[in-house]
């Protein structure tokens, strides 16, 4: 039985490593076949990269690569065309400067590959559009522009607003090169009404489907993107008084109804479920009812710092007068030790106001 090639993105790997391979290359000619641009919108781990690395192989004219595969006969194998690849996979950056740093290693890296000679620009922008003009003019035919992980750079930093609009109109200014360029990259074969491709958008599977509404109720609900921020940076700051502050509005908010005829509120699960069900809500890494060595741990926050530590927050629910039998309980089961253990940097988290009619919440 042939083994199977998890986490394997490299074509040549998974063929020449006896791997088990499922022969996709008749879509790779039909793709190749039937348009110019293409977006490929799929969830992780769902082969993009495999399929770029594909075209990659067949652009380049690897025919004894595919032997034996459906694309093999009916591909042109003489035909070789200057491939320029681009992926941001690698590492995170952290601002515009590191950005079109990368930007020019690749580039740089694309030129030696290709072996063309050409001269520094002052921009990013200008140093594509020369390897990009160059590339045909050394190579006789339009250049294949082949980009991975083209919005990594914004998403490794959506947590901030600002850098993530850097970094955005960063890459909109360099990807906009490539339209501006079209009389130096291959040409689609056919067209219709009048040289305008057609296409239909649908959804490809659930999964893009949810994620898409999401996103989409994410960007009307900007209230919501608001709070997420807000709450966010509060704990990345540690600033507790602003985190206390939004808990009380949030127990606050709770209609007296819900509670008023039932003894719901004297029960610290409650107070715990619906912090756990806020937090995650604002896309919080929040696990509930933490288990350790030394028992359970109501709530346990997760976050990653900017500089690449991780932070712990640990929660302790207690319906009381006073907060100290929560901290007691924290630190006589030792519930820190599982965070320090995890080489993490604990943190307690701040005291939660009462909430109206509701008893005494306090955690810590």
Known sequence: MKKLPIGISTLRDILEGGYAYVDKTAHVLKLTGSGKYYFLSRPRRFGKSLLINTLAEVFSGHEALFRGLHIHPHWDWSVKYPVIHISFGTGVLRNRAELDRRIRHILKENQEHLQLAG????????????LIRQAKIQHGQGAVILIDEYDKPI????TEPEIAA???NGLRNFYSVIKDSDEHTI?????LFGGAPLYHLGYPNKEVRYSLNEYLLEYYLTDQIQERH??????MKNDFAALQQRFTALFASIANGNYRKNPIAEYEGYYAAVMYAYLCSLGIDAIAED???RGRIDLTLRFKLPSGQKQVYIFEFKVIDGEEGALRQLQDKQYAAKALEGRHAPRPAPAAAPAPA???????
């Open 119 to 130: 001269e520094d620009r002052e921009d990013v922008s200008s140093c594509f559009a020369e």
């Open 155 to 158: 998403l490794d930093n959506i």
């Open 230 to 235: 807000s709450v966010y940076q509060a704990f």
């Open 291 to 293: 288990a350790s060595s």
């Open 358 to 364: 509701a008893g005494d919440l306090r955690s810590a």
């Open 166 to 168: 850097e970094m955005r």
């Open 187 to 191: 040409r689609k074969e056919e067209s």
